[in-house]
């Protein structure tokens, strides 16, 4: 038997052209490798209501592949009690569809939705590896980040990146186990191909651009209804802009402000770039208050009334406070 493991879709209307990308390369890759059986281990859908499009890009896939299938129900996006999942009407729908909450192969696989404590990114996470020992390979959801941990664990990351808190240079995998009843089965993890690229560059303080060094690569125009002044070409902002250019359209973008006049300067430009991308996000990190007593850190902090304070107390002029207002709206 062969299975392949795929995790995490985190279906969106939105993000609907990239997953059917997704979907189709898993496709191929069951033909190619002979799959028997899919496992997603969890959040195939973003949300416990997913719209009639959602449903319908899980259905087609699910149909198209036509093998046995197991359906991880998470207890996080796609659950609204341990018990109830909108997942649990797939498992109706036809008996090659099996949901559960974890899936367990005697002593040979468990396949879970959940952190490790021993990730590197341990958000919430309580089981130990040590908990599971009696398991050969243990596959877990719910991290995105792919990350192999000792002596047989994998948090197998979603197929497509979903936050710009995931590590944008980790492809997105999944895993492929040929002669799963073997003595001596074979295990790959494949790096997608189709997943859109997400980035995230600094703009201002300690940015970490790298330096322009043949000046054709940056063919900058001054945009004519800009008040931004081109300057030289090692310019954080004509770097930036530089490459911003350079990326593919499909690529998702956050830009993370690191000081106002940084973003009052490339204001002018952000149309054009949101209209480019598939995402165009930004982070503006000069509004969070850096004079705030220790004491206060972990306090909750009203945005609305933290920016209008900001605004005021740096005197920011009428027609940027509205486009920031806007935003924060």
């Not at 719910?142 to 995931?166: A, C, T, Y």
């Not at 490339?266 to 850096?290: M, N, R, V």
């Amino acid at each position: 038997m062969n299975i392949l493991f795929a995790s995490d879709p985190h279906i969106l209307e939105q993000d609907l052209e990239e997953i059917n990308l997704i979907f189709s390369e898993l496709l191929e890759l069951k033909e190619k490798y002979k799959i028997d059986k899919l496992i997603i281990p969890g959040d195939s859908f973003d949300r416990i209501n997913p719209t009639s499009k959602e449903l319908d890009c899980l259905s087609a896939f699910l149909k198209k592949i036509n093998i046995p299938i197991i359906l991880v129900a998470a207890n996080s996006h796609e659950s609204s009690t341990h018990e109830d999942s909108v997942i649990n009407h797939f498992g109706i729908l036809k008996d090659t569809i099996t949901v559960v909450k974890e899936y367990q192969d005697e002593n040979k696989l468990f396949v879970g939705h959940f952190i490790l404590k021993q990730s590197s990114k341990n958000y919430g996470g309580t089981i130990d590896l040590q908990t599971l020992k009696q398991f050969r390979w243990i596959i877990l959801g719910h991290g995105h980040d792919f990350e192999m941990i000792k002596p047989n664990g994998v948090q197998l990351g979603s197929v497509r990146f979903i936050s710009f808190g995931e590590d944008s240079n980790n492809p997105k995998r999944v895993a492929i186990c040929t002669d799963y009843d073997s003595d001596k089965p074979k295990w790959e993890f494949l790096t997608l191909l189709s997943p859109y690229p997400m980035i995230s560059l600094d703009l201002g303080k300690n940015s970490e651009i790298a330096p322009i060094k043949d000046p054709t690569e940056a063919k900058i125009v001054q945009p004519a209804c800009s008040s931004v002044k081109i300057g030289t070409i090692n310019d954080p902002i004509v770097q930036l802009l530089a490459k911003l250019d350079a990326l593919a359209p499909k690529t998702k973008v956050r830009i993370i402000y690191k000081d106002y006049e940084s973003y009052r300067q490339f204001l002018p430009l952000i149309g054009k770039y949101k209209s480019k991308f598939t995402i165009f996000k930004d982070k503006k990190e000069f509004i969070i208050s850096t004079d705030c007593n220790k004491d206060r850190e972990k306090e909750i902090v009203n945005l609305s009334e933290l920016l209008n304070s900001w605004l005021e107390k740096n005197q920011i002029p009428e027609e940027i406070k509205k486009v920031l207002r806007k935003e924060i709206k």
